[in-house]
């Protein structure tokens, strides 16, 4: 793939060079388990291209963004998350982004507290 980073964690996540609990594949998408669940449902969602994060998305990124949470809605669907859920991406250190490649956290079965911490 063109559009990796060798650094990246999740690029190699996509690359099934290291492993995790996939819950999802397509040509643009994967969506797995967050090794560490804040919630009963705690999946990633992430474009197999590497995006750093959602500061960086343009014009020309809309079919990625629309893919993503067509399959974010399709989880929450299939995981029963019919009374809600939340959708979630950290955009720089302030906000706690730890992995630079863009994900949505898809986060569910409890209720959330608002505002987050
Ligand atoms: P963020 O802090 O918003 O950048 O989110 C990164 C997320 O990636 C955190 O929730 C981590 O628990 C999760 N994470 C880190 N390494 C892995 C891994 N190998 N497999 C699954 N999730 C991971
Ligand atoms: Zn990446």
Redesign the pocket.
């Known amino acids: 793939m063109d559009d990796r980073d060798p650094e990246c ?1 999740f690029c190699r ?1 996509v690359a099934g060079e ?1 492993p ?1 609990d996939r819950v999802h594949e397509d040509d643009d998408v994967v969506a ?5 669940p ?1 919630a009963p449902t705690h999946v ?1 969602v992430i474009p197999r291209r590497h995006i750093p994060d959602a500061h960086a998305l343009g014009a020309a990124d809309g079919p990625i963004l629309a893919r993503l949470f067509e399959v974010t809605s399709r989880l929450a669907d299939e995981a029963g998350l019919a009374n809600g859920y939340r959708v ?3 955009v720089g250190p302030d906000a ?4 630079f490649h863009l ?1 949505f ?1 898809l986060l569910g079965g409890r209720t959330m507290g608002w505002p987050p911490g």
């Open positions: 964690l996540i290291i995790s797995f388990r967050d090794i560490n804040q990633l979630v991406t950290n706690g982004q730890t992995v994900h956290h």
